[in-house]
Every structure is written in C-alpha cells, then in structure tokens.
C-alpha cells in the first residue's frame, strides 16, 4: 500500500469513527448501550486479539481461578467494556451537568473537600477500572483538578477527547516541558488526577510486582510526590446496580522508599481496587509486554 493510499485509509477510519461517536452520542445513554450490546455478543463469539489478551492477563494475575471463572469474567468484562464507549462518547460529547446523572453516589467526598484545600497541592490516581473518563470528569469539573494523557493513535481524536476531559482543569502531556507545568500546578496547591497502571516509556519506571508478575511501573508518581509533599489519594469510580460509585480515600506510600517498593506498594493499593471488580478493570490492555530480561511476552509465547 502506497503512503498515500495509507493516509486515505487513516483519515476514512477517523471519518467513520468520528461519526460513530457522535452518532452514538445524540442518543440517549440507555439507548445507546443497547444498540452496543450485540457488538459485545459478536466480539465474544469470534476469535480477536482482545479476547484474547484478557484472558491471557487474568490467566497470569488470577491463577488460582478456574477455566469457568476466567471465561466467565471475560464475557462480563467485554459487556462493561461496550457500555463504557456508549459512556464515553456521551462524556465528551455532553456537558458535566448532564453527565453527572451517570454518579449515583460518592464516598469520601468531605474528607476530599478537605484534602482539596491543602497548600501543598493534592495527588490523586485511579486504575482503569469502571469509568475513568467518568472519574476525571469529577475531578476536574467539581474540583478544577488537572490531568495527564497520551495523544490517540487517530490524531484526528485528539480534539475531541481533550474537549470531553478539560473540564475545570489543565491537561498534560508526559513531556519534560509538562512535567515542570505539573511540579508548578501541585506546588501551587491544585491537583492531578493519572492512572499509573500502564506501561511507561523505557527509562520511566521501575519492575514491580503487580498480581504478583513483574511489571514495568511508572516512577513519575513517586517523583512529584518527593518533589511536592502532596496529599496523595486514590479516586476510582465502579458501576454498582443503577450507576456509578467514587470511591477517594488517603493512601499512604512513604514517598521516601526506594522505587521498586514505592511502586509495588502503588501497584499492592491498584490490585485491592481491581480483585473487588475484576470483570470492570482493562485487562484488555498488554500490561507485561515489557518483561525484565527481554525475553518475549506473555502475549508473545
């Protein structure tokens, strides 16, 4: 295929996917999830590589679960998964106002209030499980809180989502420029919202233990921490009945550990969270694709 031909491709794909969310996105919510859900049916019953992976992943972090609670996990995981791009879409598409009647009820929210008033600025991060977009849009719309993430694959996204995630706050690259901007924005006393459970770029993390598998670990965390002194809290939201839950409360990570033992006490905090919800965490994602000796994956064998 000539580059040309490939760019065509690329910007038909983003077209397409464009319109699939604003489509999805004009309807209403329970609407929309329904016209998703035999899309879930059909990725469950033929082969593909996302299957493929979760299994893969909880396989190797949940050994002690059966063929039968793996197979049964997947299947409600590929469901949550379905319902969060109809969620997503109306996210950034929709103004918090509406979007908030996805919340049905927040704990820690006064000890929050409180912890949000610190001079020192206050550090907040959540795996990605439930509805992280949901999560941020909290944050940033009821707290003015600021947040980090990684440009799409499709470039012609990009607009789209940091409209959905802006809110009240700023959003930041992983660059060096955007890192000093989040040493200043935490010192200043506001806050930050990442979601430390993906694969860093190589020379930015640590291997810890995750599910008891070692797994690359980001260090950013841990820097900002010792850099700041800020409260440091985790915030994750989980789908319960009829709707969302937040969940915030203080973590305590002695920022002063070495980085192997800061991030598997991060990565001991995540597991917590996850094993109460596993069919709502991203298992999707290749999380072990880095291994310590270089030797090929588990996604790779």
Not at 50 to 69: G, I
Not at 83 to 101: F, P
Not at 132 to 146: G, H, K, M, Q
Not at 176 to 204: H, T, V
């Amino acid at each position: 295929m000539s580059k040309e031909s490939e760019n065509n491709s690329t910007s038909l794909k983003a077209t397409l996917i464009i319109a699939l969310i604003k489509v999805l996105a004009a309807m209403p919510l329970a609407l929309s999830k329904l016209c998703l859900r035999p899309f879930a049916w059909l990725q469950w019953l033929i082969p593909n590589e996302s299957v493929r992976v979760a299994k893969l992943n909880l396989n190797y972090c949940l050994p002690n679960k059966s063929e039968a609670q793996i197979s049964a996990i997947s299947r409600e995981l590929i469901k949550h998964n379905m319902n969060l791009i109809a969620e997503t879409t109306h996210i950034w598409r929709h103004d918090y106002t509406v979007n908030k009647r996805m919340l049905k009820h927040l704990h820690g929210l006064e000890e929050l209030k409180t912890a949000m008033q610190s001079e020192s600025g206050t550090l907040l991060f959540s795996p990605h499980i439930g509805n992280w977009e949901l999560t941020y849009a909290f944050l940033a719309n009821e707290f003015n809180s600021s947040g980090i993430y990684k440009p799409p694959n499709i470039p012609e996204l990009e607009d789209m989502m940091l409209a959905g995630r802006r809110g009240g706050g700023k959003i930041f690259r992983t660059q060096a420029r955007d890192i000093r901007n989040m040493l200043k924005e935490l010192k200043q006393g506001g806050s930050l919202f990442l979601l430390p459970d993906q694969q860093p770029p190589k020379g930015s993390g640590v291997f810890a233990s995750f599910f008891n598998q070692p797994a690359y670990t980001m260090t950013l965390i841990q820097g900002l921490l010792q850099r700041t002194g800020s409260d440091f809290w985790l915030c994750y939201s989980v789908f319960e009945k009829d709707g969302y839950v937040i969940y915030a409360k203080k973590v305590a990570i002695d920022g002063s550990l070495p980085a192997e033992e800061f991030a598997e006490a991060l990565n001991c905090t995540m597991e917590d969270v996850i094993q109460q919800s596993p069919e709502q965490y991203q298992w999707t994602y290749k999380r072990f694709k880095r291994t310590p000796d270089g030797s090929p994956s588990i996604y790779n064998r």
